[in-house]
Antibody, heavy 118, light 108 residues
Framework: QVQLVQSGAEVKKPGASVKVSCKAS????????MHWLRQAPGQGLEWMGI????????SYAQKFQGRVTMTRDTSTTTVYMELNSLRSEDTAMYYC???????????WGQGTLVTVSS | EIVLTQSPGTLSLSPGERATLSCRAS???????LAWYQQKPGQTPRLLIY???SRATGIPDRFSGSGSATDFTLTISRLEPEDFAVYYC?????????FGQGTALEIK
């Protein structure tokens, strides 16, 4: 079955970087866009950007431009999201989600909790 | 950027009742690419409805979506105890792909 499995929780200090992985299985990796989203504690969902596993193209939300990088390793069918210059406001659950065009975002990864604290 | 406004913010109903949730867009949603997600505490969002009115795989038929352009509705015909959760609408027709702020459906 289609599945996205994310890396484990991270604790980082302000100013550091974090790299979260999302391993895809059960479908053709290069045929579907991947999105990254986040949800701060008790808050709503926020879209961060889209990644094309086929050509490596990206489009980032303006809020994260210059701070986020999305990449992939096709040999392991894994997509990565790296966020730099972390601050306390970046404390959140980070999700990857597959986009099946008109079918919406499904499935989602289980989430990776990133905590930024001094 | 398309801003999605959900109403009400909180909806208090009893099991067996009908729930109607609204999502209004600040401009027309391209191709009516509007989705609804359910999220329970500590869980990942679950896709319920895509393209405004199509149920995702495995979603019970008590969930239905309707609307077009700027006005969309999620209806739960008869609430089951497991339906009490937070519901988000999302437009994925144009970047940036935005979400509403959510409607919390709580037991009365």
């Amino acid at each position: 079955q289609v599945q996205l499995v994310q890396s484990g929780a991270e604790v980082k200090k302000p100013g550091a970087s974090v790299k979260v992985s999302c391993k895809a299985s059960g479908y053709t990796f290069t045929s579907y866009y991947m999105h990254w989203l986040r949800q701060a504690p008790g808050q709503g969902l926020e879209w961060m950007g889209i990644f094309n596993p086929s050509g490596g193209g990206t489009s980032y939300a303006q809020k994260f431009q210059g701070r986020v990088t999305m990449t992939r390793d096709t040999s392991t069918t894994t997509v990565y999201m790296e966020l730099n210059s972390l601050r306390s406001e970046d404390t959140a659950m980070y999700y990857c989600a597959r986009e099946a065009r008109e079918l919406g975002f499904d499935p989602w990864g289980q989430g990776t909790l990133v905590t930024v604290s001094s | 950027e398309i801003v999605l406004t959900q109403s009400p913010g909180t909806l208090s109903l009893s099991p067996g009742e009908r729930a109607t949730l609204s999502c209004r867009a600040s401009q027309s949603v391209s191709s009516n690419y509007l989705a609804w997600y359910q999220q329970k505490p500590g869980q990942t969002p679950r896709l319920l409805i895509y393209a405004a009115s199509s149920r995702a795989t495995g979603i019970p038929d008590r969930f239905s979506g309707s609307g077009s352009a700027t006005d969309f509705t999620l209806t739960i015909s008869r609430l089951e105890p497991e339906d009490f959760a937070v519901y988000y609408c999302q437009q994925y027709g144009s970047s940036p792909y935005t979400f509403g702020q959510g409607t919390a459906l709580e037991i009365k």
